[in-house]
C-alpha cells in the first residue's frame, strides 16, 4: 500500500513517531511538509527528528502561514511521480490545500481522506463554503479529531464513511513520569500559544491568589506575552511568572519534567472552543497532573485523569490549584491516573493502528450487504 500524506503539522519532531509507526505496519509513506510554517508564534522550521522507515519531503508552499489560503504548487508532480494508493489530506475541509490536493488526487485515480478538527458549526463565505461542500461530496473518507467534530461535518452533509482518530497521539517513552526532584517551589505550567482564548490571562488571576511558595512557567510564543507580563506586574506576582518562549518539540519531555502541575484554561468564543489540547496527553503521559476547563474537547481528553473547572472561573481554578499544591498525594494519585489513559487511549502506536485501519477500508472496502 503506497500512501502518500500531506501535512504541515508533521514539521513538528516528535509528531514524526506516528509516521515511523504507521510505515512499520506494512504501508509505504511519503510524507509532504513544508519547510517551515508562520503563526503567531513565529515561524516554526521543519525538525527532521523520528525518520526511519518512510519518506519525509519537504516542498513548496504558496502563502505560507495562511491556514485557510496556502497550497502546494508542485504537488502534482509528486503524485504523479509516487502514485499513491491512498492520499493523507492533513487538512479541514474547507482549506484551498485539500481542494487542490483532493482535485489531483481524483485525477491520478487515488483514494483521498481529508482530516478535521472543527467542532463548531460555522458558515464560511464564498469561495470556502463552495469548496468545503464541494469536499464534502467528493471526498472517500474523513478522519475527525472528535466526535463533536464529527458531528459538524455530518450535520454539513457529508455522507461518507468516517472515523474518530485524534490528529497525533503521544510517545510515551519520551513522555514518562521523572524521578521526584529535590524541594522546589509548587510549579504550575502552561504550554501553548499566547493568545486569549487560552485564557493564560485567567490563569495569572488565579495563580496570584495561592499561598506558600510556587512558580508559575508559561512555555511559548505570541501576542499576548507582553500583556501578560504588564498583568503580573500588576498582580504584584511578576517575581514568580517566567516566560519561556517557543522551544523545540524534542525539548518538551524536559519543560513537562519541571512541572507539578499543567493548566489548559481554555475560554470558547463565537468562533472556536478547544479542539483537543495535545500538551494534555503529553503532561498525562509524563504522569504531571492536568487541570483544564470545560472548553470544547477538554473533559472528554482527560477523563478522569485530571481536574476539570468551569471555563472562566479563576476561583474554582484557585481552588483546584490550593487542592494540587497541597495534597501532594493527590498530584501522584493523578499522575497516575492520567498516565493510564494515555496508554490506553492517546499513543502515537494506537493512532496509527486505527489510521491503517482506515486505508486498507479506502482500498478494500466492505462488500454491500
Not at 504548487?73 to 479541514?92: C, M, N, S, Y
Not at 485530571?306 to 481554578?317: M, W, Y
Request: proline letters at 8%.
Amino acid at each position: 500500500m503506497r500512501v502518500l500524506m500531506l501535512s504541515k503539522a508533521c514539521i513538528v519532531g516528535i509528531y514524526q513517531r506516528k509516521l515511523e509507526s504507521i510505515a512499520r505496519q506494512g504501508v509505504e509513506l511519503l510524507a509532504l511538509v513544508p519547510p517551515a510554517w508562520r503563526d503567531e508564534r513565529g515561524t516554526q522550521p521543519l525538525e527532521r527528528v523520528y525518520t526511519q522507515g518512510y519518506r519525509l519531503e519537504s516542498i513548496p508552499v504558496w502563502w505560507n502561514g495562511n491556514f485557510h489560503l496556502h497550497l502546494y504548487p508542485t504537488l502534482g508532480r509528486w503524485l504523479r511521480q509516487f502514485r499513491p494508493d491512498v492520499v493523507h489530506i492533513d487538512e479541514e475541509p474547507y482549506n484551498v490545500a485539500t481542494w487542490h490536493a483532493l482535485a489531483l488526487a481524483r485525477r491520478q485515480g487515488a483514494r483521498a481522506l481529508c482530516f478535521t478538527w472543527q467542532n463548531i458549526h460555522r458558515q464560511y463565505p464564498p469561495p470556502f463554503a463552495w469548496g468545503e461542500q464541494w469536499v464534502l461530496r467528493h471526498i472517500d473518507y474523513v478522519l475527525a479529531g472528535t466526535d463533536s467534530a464529527g458531528a459538524v461535518c455530518r450535520a454539513k452533509g457529508y455522507r461518507g464513511p468516517l472515523a474518530t482518530i485524534p490528529q497525533f497521539g503521544t510517545d510515551p517513552d519520551l513522555f514518562q513520569p521523572q524521578p521526584q526532584p529535590q524541594p522546589r517551589p509548587f510549579t504550575i505550567g502552561y504550554m501553548g500559544r499566547l493568545v486569549p482564548e487560552k485564557g493564560i490571562a485567567l490563569l495569572l488571576e488565579a495563580a496570584a491568589g495561592l499561598p506558600g511558595d510556587w512558580h508559575l512557567r508559561l512555555v511559548g510564543g505570541g501576542p499576548l506575552r507582553s500583556a501578560l507580563a504588564q498583568q503580573a506586574a500588576r498582580l504584584g506576582i511578576a517575581p514568580r511568572v517566567e516566560f519561556v518562549g517557543q522551544v523545540a518539540s524534542t525539548a518538551m519531555p524536559a519543560q513537562m519534567a519541571a512541572l507539578d502541575v499543567l493548566v489548559l484554561p481554555s475560554l470558547t468564543r463565537p468562533n472556536w472552543k478547544e479542539q483537543f489540547g495535545r500538551v494534555l496527553v503529553e503532561a498525562m503521559a509524563a504522569g504531571v497532573p492536568v487541570i483544564g476547563s470545560d472548553s470544547g474537547a477538554i473533559p472528554g481528553v482527560i477523563g478522569a485523569g485530571g481536574l476539570i473547572v468551569p471555563e472562566g472561573d479563576a476561583a474554582a481554578l484557585r481552588q483546584a490549584l490550593l487542592c494540587l499544591l497541597q495534597q501532594p498525594a493527590e498530584r501522584q494519585r493523578l499522575g497516575r491516573l492520567g498516565r493510564a489513559r494515555v496508554l490506553a487511549h492517546f499513543t502515537h502506536d494506537s493512532i496509527a493502528s486505527a489510521t491503517v485501519q482506515v486505508y486498507q477500508a479506502l482500498l478494500h472496502p466492505p462488500a454491500a450487504g
